[in-house]
């Protein structure tokens, strides 16, 4: 353990400092923001946006809390406060007395409220604003300054005005250091500006006609004064947000609003005037979402639905974020513009059909991708499908020929199409028909087509369910429906230009004894064995059922504690839980079936029966007070049985602060070659994610365990074959303790680990890698004044973009320390500070980059004509570097230089683990 151990004074201060500082913003003024009122804004706001205001009636901060520890959020967010105003809407409008009543303000059906009233003001503090800000809002957005005006004769202004500026000024006496945001309020800038943080107006070029609740185009003189104010404002030093309202289904004037709303200095934010769809402004992320809508009547299991074992990773591997719905519960009927970028159908038929059909044809009209798959969910007649501009040529029938492929676009994929006999006869009126079959009659039909609001697939023509198999190239297909991806995309394969290499291990039979030596553990072996042996960072679990006294082996539990801890103790090991005591069957566990049917669908503990606290918090408190050393809490729990929790199962490890990974069925190999075989990343547990595990474990490799007990070797094939033509998966080494127990399984894992190690691997932990998923899923990639942005929390590490749309130029980007061409790929090395500018350039530019590394950064720093990256690892440090016009220092123990061909050097450390790498560079200022 020398290598992990052994670390220089220099770095390991600099390291300390770095990773003690607090994560920077930088400067205190925002770059980005935005207001969204419905339920909750999409996770990607969070990390997009500097400010982002919200209805605190709406907004979840319970959701907020439970997934706080897997990054943090970049957005400061701003309750909505109405100052002078209370809606029937609000909790508080029955508190309202009638006293404190000055009017209506008809237009929102609200009452206006009198802030000169004492007690209205302590109301307002101690019911409405203290709630808030215990809650954790890091702001209040104070809107209805001016809704005196309304119901007040113009004498009374200035009374009110001065009972505006009190109140602001104790408010930020009360709560010092809450920010405050307020909604015009011109009258009173000179008295509050110093206790506000910014000044937000609305309609400025475009607005609210409140009699007619419809949009209009401000007149000009209403420009002229607002303009006028506002710059004003800015004279103060405070931040200028305009909001402007503009239908979302007119993306384009929503633009156009927004740059013009820019060029005057100001932020902008464009929405629709409810706040309750993703606008755009100065700041625009890309939609990456994409809806995958199942039918539970037909796959009731979200992780066996078709849509999600065939859709979910080609979407992932081209950037987009699937999200899995069940038909059944609806549409979203709330936002869709701005978060998502798509939809794909597979529900087969519905009984009701009405609602969905015409929410779908809705959101096709607003200009939402949506792709269907094995028919529309709705009957395939004329009147259903004449707003898709499809035309049915006649309906399906029985016939006892298959169709005859007439036309292909495109070439074969896995298998070639067979069209079910049965499926409509369509054309479209509009599109591309990539595939024209025809009957025993000649007569012909389109079962597969693009068009301009997607496209559809038949069953048969696209994925040939008798095979598991796709007839076309759905990469391919899916970038010509959704668009092809222009912006670098998250991804999770790869770090610093390098394989992830992960290992865990499952704590089934850690209680058994080697098949050839009985008198010795399997954990003992494993430890000994692998784990000591291979310095690689490994995540291990033990089930508690099976290790502690009041388990199933109470005679040899002391022993088996004392072989936990030692594991645990090991500085290349993070704890896991595999449980307390090995659900087998989640959901029936949960809803009561295994009494129904009398099965036993856990260990037999005695006396004991399933309760999901038990299982997850029960086991994670066992490992932290009994197995893990001081200092190393448990970071993973591991599903078991058939790996299918139920939602609140998955809640609950949120709620614990630990990720959640296993299950999925990455398994191709060269007799089964067929992508279906490769999971996604996860799987939607509700509002919560299931990690997968990266590739399944060795019990699907040795025929469930019973032979050959060497078959997990041939988990290599599936290494392979994720690897080329296109990297999908990282390596994951995962079994369970029983490969312990044969001479033939710990000699397959021995030769598994020696061909990882020989790869060009970059290990991490588990949790790192299900942070990296959680990061690809809440990434947003955008534009920020113009400029290639990426924002998260700190926890994706990797962008990859096509070749041929340029290369990264790390001086003038942001975040980005370097990046490596690989296959049809450009990999793009981040620096994890969660805020990156990516500029491109149409040729390599010569200069200082990271070119490869088996570490992480753990700190990138740019200036005075210099750039410093610092190197972090689980192993001896390896790493390439272009030192074109470069003077380099690597300054972190003994090295080697390996090899330098042109300007790349090539070092490789002996037992150094961490470096820091200075460059400075002529004629390129940092």
Not at 388 to 400: D, F, M, Q, S, Y
Not at 756 to 764: G, H, V
Not at 803 to 823: L, N
Request: charged residues 25%.
């Amino acid at each position: 353990m020398k290598s992990i151990i052994r670390l220089s004074c220099f770095i390991s201060m600099v390291l300390i400092a770095f990773l003690a500082a607090p994560p920077s913003r930088a400067g205190s003024a925002p770059e980005c923001v935005a207001l969204f009122y419905a339920k909750s804004p999409p996770d990607e706001a969070l990390y997009f946006y500097d400010w982002l205001i919200v209805d605190p009636d709406t907004f979840s901060m319970e959701r907020l809390r439970e997934r706080s520890y897997m990054g943090e959020r970049r957005a400061r967010l701003f309750a909505y406060v109405s100052v002078a105003e209370r809606g029937p809407h609000r909790d508080h409008f029955k508190d309202v007395k009638r006293e404190w009543v000055l009017g209506e303000n008809r237009a929102w059906g609200s009452l206006v409220v009198d802030l000169r009233n004492p007690a209205y003001r302590r109301f307002l503090v101690d019911s409405v604003i203290t709630p808030i800000v215990k809650q954790g809002y890091d702001g209040l957005f104070l809107d209805t300054l001016d809704s005196y005006r309304l119901v007040l004769e113009k004498g009374d202004w200035k009374g009110y005005e001065e009972a505006e500026v009190l109140f602001i000024s104790k408010l930020k006496e009360r709560f010092p250091g809450i920010m405050i945001i307020v909604n015009r309020g011109f009258e009173i800038m000179d008295s509050i500006h110093r206790y506000v943080d910014g000044v937000l107006a609305e309609g400025l070029f475009h607005g609210l006609d409140t009699e007619a609740m419809d949009y209009r185009e401000m007149d000009g003189e209403e420009t002229r004064w607002l303009t006028e104010r506002l710059r004003k404002v800015k004279e103060y030093g405070l931040p200028v947000i305009v909001v402007d309202y503009v239908s979302p289904g007119n993306r384009g004037l929503q633009r156009d609003v927004a740059r013009r709303i820019s060029e005057l200095g100001f932020l902008s934010y464009i929405s629709d005037y409810n706040l309750s769809t993703m606008g755009t402004g100065n700041c625009e992320p890309v939609p990456r979402r994409i809806l995958l809508f199942y039918n539970s009547d037909r796959q009731k299991e979200e992780s066996l639905t078709d849509i999600h074992r065939f859709v979910q990773l080609p979407l992932e591997y081209l950037g987009f974020v699937p999200e899995l719905r069940d038909v059944k519960k609806g549409p979203p009927w709330d936002y869709m513009t701005g978060a998502y970028a798509g939809a794909v159908v597979w529900t087969g038929g519905l009984d009701d059909y009405h609602e969905f059909h015409q929410w779908i044809t809705e959101r096709i009209e607003e200009g939402l991708k949506v792709f269907f798959l094995d028919g529309f969910g709705f009957p395939a007649n004329k009147r259903l499908l004449a707003p898709l501009g499809i035309n049915i040529l006649k309906a399906g029938e029985k016939r006892l020929w298959p169709f005859k492929i007439k036309k292909s676009i495109l070439p074969f994929f896995e298998v070639s199409p067979s069209v079910d006999p049965t499926v409509p006869r369509l054309s479209p009126e509009e599109g591309t028909p990539l595939l024209v079959v025809e009957d025993e009659n000649g007569d012909e039909s389109v079962p597969f087509a693009l068009t301009p609001w997607g496209g559809y697939a038949l069953d048969g023509a696209l994925i040939v369910k008798g095979f598991d198999a796709w007839a076309y190239d759905p990469f391919e297909v899916f970038k010509t429906v959704f668009g092809p991806v222009t912006t670098p995309v998250p991804d999770v394969t790869t770090e610093n230009g390098r394989r992830i290499l992960t290992a865990h291990i499952d704590g089934d039979s850690f209680f058994g004894y080697a098949d050839f030596d009985r008198k010795r553990l399997i954990g003992e072996v494993i430890r000994d064995e692998i784990l000591k042996r291979f310095a690689v960072p490994h995540t291990v679990a033990v089930i508690e059922g099976e290790v502690a006294p009041w388990g199933l082996y109470p005679e040899r539990s002391a022993r088996l504690e004392e072989v936990a801890r030692s594991i645990f103790a090991m500085e290349n090991v993070e704890a896991a839980s595999h449980s307390y005591s090995h659900p087998f069957v989640w959901k029936a566990l949960r809803s009561g079936t295994e009494a129904a049917t009398g099965k036993r669908y856990i260990l037999p503990l005695p006396g004991y029966r399933f309760d999901l606290e038990r299982e997850i918090k029960g086991s994670t408190e066992y490992i932290n007070t009994r197995l893990a050393p001081k200092g190393k809490r448990l970071s993973v729990f591991l599903w078991t049985g058939d790996c299918q929790p139920p939602e609140d199962a998955v809640k609950m490890t949120y709620r614990l602060g630990i990720y959640n990974v296993n299950g999925g069925d990455t398994q191709m190999t060269r007799s089964r070659p067929f992508l279906v075989f490769v999971s996604p990343m996860g799987v939607n547990r509700g509002p919560y994610f299931q990690v997968y595990a990266p590739v399944q474990n060795e019990n699907l490799y040795t025929g469930l365990w019973t032979g050959p007990y060497y078959g997990y070797s041939n988990v290599i094939q599936t290494f392979e074959l994720t690897e080329r033509p296109r990297r999908l998966k990282p390596i994951g080494i995962y079994y369970h303790f029983y490969s312990g127990q044969k001479i033939a399984s710990l000699r397959a894992l021995k030769k598994v680990y020696a061909w990882a190690l020989s790869q060009e691997t970059n290990p991490m932990f588990l949790s790192e890698y299900a942070a990296r998923v959680h990061g690809f899923r809440d990434m947003a990639v955008g534009r920020i004044n113009g400029e290639l942005a990426a924002r998260d929390g700190g926890r994706m590490k990797t962008l990859k973009i096509e070749k041929g749309r340029g290369y990264p130029d790390p001086v003038r980007s942001r975040g980005v320390v370097g990046y490596r061409e690989a296959g049809e790929v450009i990999y793009i090395h981040l620096d994890g500070s969660g805020d990156y500018r990516v500029t491109f350039t149409d040729k390599r530019r010569p200069g200082f980059r990271l070119i490869e590394a088996n570490g992480q950064v753990v700190f990138h720093n740019k200036g005075k004509g210099q750039v410093s990256i610092g190197l972090k690892g689980y192993l001896p440090l390896e790493f390439a570097v272009e030192e074109s016009g470069c003077e380099v220092h690597v300054k972190g123990g003994g090295f080697e230089r390996r090899k330098k061909k042109g300007a790349v050097t090539v070092y490789r450390f002996k037992d150094a683990n961490e470096a820091v790498i200075r460059a400075r560079c002529k004629g390129q200022v940092f």
